[in-house]
């Protein structure tokens, strides 16, 4: 099967905005969760991994007209996905070539809807506003930003969703379906989405402890990633150099339960299995696994029953970044991508932060020593979402999955 190449990255979260913003926060072992201070709710006091611009703010970085209807979503991944686009240098690109844009979000513009409600029932003034509710109007706002896409399409996995939209991407291309891919997601934080999460009593009042014995649950967060996916072919055509590769990747649903994985962790399993094997990888290739990690009880165990089943009772080094960035949501699978890439491509895991015990029933605990043996090469990347829909994607740092010389500067 075709190889694909990553050759550019943008990221937004509560960390930082941009690739550089990212890496020095995890680098300095520094979390973005905080008390709520944008989103208007009464759970203000709960710890999320909010980015730290206002919807204002934004809107005047990407000189949008005060007329002009823009929802959060929309917002941060206009953000992220320009990043992308300028690192792979699209932004002037040939017509002839057959770009597609991927997306995965599941709360849209509910942010935005929440507000202007009550003025819709009553005139039409917002009308622009409701409009952009759909998932699907998120996605096209962010494609029409930026124009000539051959192809728009949204995902809606919940957590999966922009792992997902990233594995889609690479079928594209291996397809010859498309000649680049811009995949990712987007999701930004939302009573609708507080209060949901609340009612499943699921959300830590203190900050998130995955993989403690005394986890109490998820810190939401909310953030954007996007990466650009092509050819060695066509990156050579352009004159573009990779910066890793996207190795193998697996979807497994296992169905057990709308919002719990399965005891077992058997779709986790698969999913993991799955990707190292389309990676032509044995399980020992593996040098780090950026874990789903959220915090709960129910996800925290299984994924660790999983690992263990996978990778034997002394997995590679494991860690879970949603005590940086808090838990994304649909956006967690492409943001994590970033942060998977950026740890090959600077030789540094990220570790566990707030991590005191243990849980009993597994064989280890995550990483929180920075230092390693060797040098990363391939890091494993876990997305799970509600319904069982578990996801994970295998990256490979570029020189040793091909060589330098294979690329023009």
Same mark, same amino acid.
């Given at each position: 099967?075709?190889?694909?190449?990553?050759?550019?990255?943008?990221?937004? !979260?509560?960390?930082?905005?941009?690739?550089?913003?990212?890496?020095?926060?995890?680098?300095?072992? !520094?979390?973005?969760?905080?008390?709520?201070?944008?989103?208007?709710?009464?759970?203000?006091?709960?710890?999320?991994?909010?980015?730290?611009?206002?919807?204002?703010?934004?809107?005047?970085?990407?000189?949008?007209?005060?007329?002009?209807?823009?929802?959060?979503?929309?917002?941060?991944?206009?953000?992220?996905?320009?990043?992308?686009?300028?690192?792979?240098?699209?932004?002037?690109?040939?017509?002839?070539?057959?770009?597609?844009?991927?997306?995965?979000?599941?709360?849209?513009?509910?942010?935005?809807?929440?507000?202007?409600?009550?003025?819709?029932?009553?005139?039409?003034?917002?009308?622009?506003?409701?409009? %952009?509710?759909?998932?699907?109007?998120?996605?096209?706002?962010?494609?029409?930003?930026?124009?000539?896409?051959?192809?728009?399409?949204?995902?809606?996995?919940?957590?999966?969703?922009?792992?997902?939209?990233?594995?889609?991407?690479?079928?594209?291309?291996?397809?010859?379906?498309?000649?680049?891919?811009?995949?990712?997601?987007?999701?930004?934080? !939302?009573?609708?989405?507080?209060?949901?999460?609340?009612?499943?009593?699921?959300?830590?009042?203190?900050?998130?402890?995955?993989?403690?014995?005394?986890?109490?649950?998820?810190?939401?967060?909310?953030?954007?990633?996007?990466?650009?996916?092509?050819?060695?072919?066509?990156?050579?055509?352009?004159?573009?150099?990779?910066?890793?590769?996207?190795?193998?990747? $697996?979807?497994?649903?296992?169905?057990?339960?709308?919002?719990?994985?399965?005891?077992?962790?058997?779709?986790?399993?698969?999913?993991?299995?799955?990707?190292?094997?389309?990676?032509?990888?044995?399980?020992?290739?593996?040098? $780090?696994?950026?874990? &789903?990690?959220?915090?709960?009880?129910?996800?925290?165990?299984?994924?660790?029953?999983?690992?263990?089943? %996978?990778?034997?009772?002394?997995?590679?080094?494991?860690?879970?970044?949603?005590? $940086?960035?808090?838990?994304?949501?649909?956006?967690?699978?492409? %943001?994590?991508?970033?942060?998977?890439?950026?740890?090959?491509?600077?030789?540094?895991?990220?570790?566990?932060?707030?991590?005191?015990?243990?849980?009993?029933? &597994?064989?280890? /605990?995550?990483?929180?020593?920075? &230092?390693?043996?060797?040098?990363?090469?391939?890091?494993? /990347?876990?997305?799970?979402?509600?319904?069982?829909?578990?996801?994970?994607?295998?990256?490979?740092?570029?020189?040793?999955?091909?060589? /330098? /010389? !294979?690329?023009?500067?």
């Amino acid at each position: 099967m075709m190889d694909v190449y990553v050759t550019g990255a943008g990221i937004v !979260s509560a960390i930082g905005l941009g690739k550089q913003a990212t890496l020095d926060a995890l680098k300095n072992r !520094s979390s973005g969760l905080a008390p709520i201070r944008y989103l208007k709710t009464s759970h203000a006091a709960l710890p999320v991994g909010e980015v730290k611009y206002s919807n204002d703010e934004m809107r005047e970085m990407l000189r949008f007209q005060p007329e002009e209807a823009t929802i959060r979503s929309s917002l941060l991944g206009i953000l992220a996905a320009d990043e992308a686009i300028r690192q792979a240098r699209l932004e002037n690109r040939d017509a002839a070539l057959r770009v597609a844009f991927i997306s995965g979000i599941t709360v849209g513009g509910m942010d935005q809807v929440e507000e202007m409600y009550g003025d819709f029932i009553g005139n039409d003034t917002k009308n622009g506003y409701i409009a %952009l509710i759909d998932c699907g109007a998120c996605t096209e706002q962010i494609a029409d930003y930026f124009g000539g896409f051959r192809m728009v399409s949204t995902i809606v996995t919940a957590c999966s969703s922009s792992a997902n939209a990233v594995m889609l991407g690479a079928d594209l291309l291996r397809e010859g379906r498309a000649d680049i891919v811009v995949a990712g997601g987007c999701e930004c934080l !939302s009573r609708y989405h507080v209060n949901g999460f609340n009612t499943l009593m699921i959300l830590d009042r203190e900050i998130c402890r995955p993989f403690d014995r005394n986890r109490a649950g998820i810190n939401l967060g909310e953030g954007a990633g996007y990466i650009v996916m092509e050819s060695a072919e066509t990156a050579n055509r352009r004159g573009v150099r990779p910066i890793g590769k996207i190795s193998g990747y $697996y979807n497994a649903c296992d169905a057990y339960h709308q919002t719990a994985s399965s005891p077992d962790g058997l779709g986790a399993y698969l999913a993991m299995q799955g990707a190292i094997d389309r990676a032509g990888l044995q399980p020992g290739d593996i040098d $780090y696994i950026n874990a &789903h990690g959220t915090g709960t009880p129910n996800n925290d165990l299984t994924e660790g029953l999983a690992v263990m089943r %996978l990778f034997g009772e002394q997995p590679p080094p494991l860690a879970s970044v949603k005590t $940086y960035t808090g838990h994304t949501t649909s956006a967690a699978g492409s %943001l994590e991508a970033i942060i998977s890439l950026l740890a090959l491509e600077h030789d540094f895991m990220p570790v566990q932060l707030n991590f005191r015990d243990r849980i009993e029933e &597994h064989s280890f /605990s995550p990483v929180t020593d920075p &230092h390693h043996a060797h040098p990363l090469r391939h890091i494993l /990347s876990n997305s799970f979402g509600f319904g069982g829909n578990n996801s994970a994607i295998v990256f490979s740092k570029m020189r040793e999955t091909v060589s /330098s /010389s !294979s690329f023009k500067s």
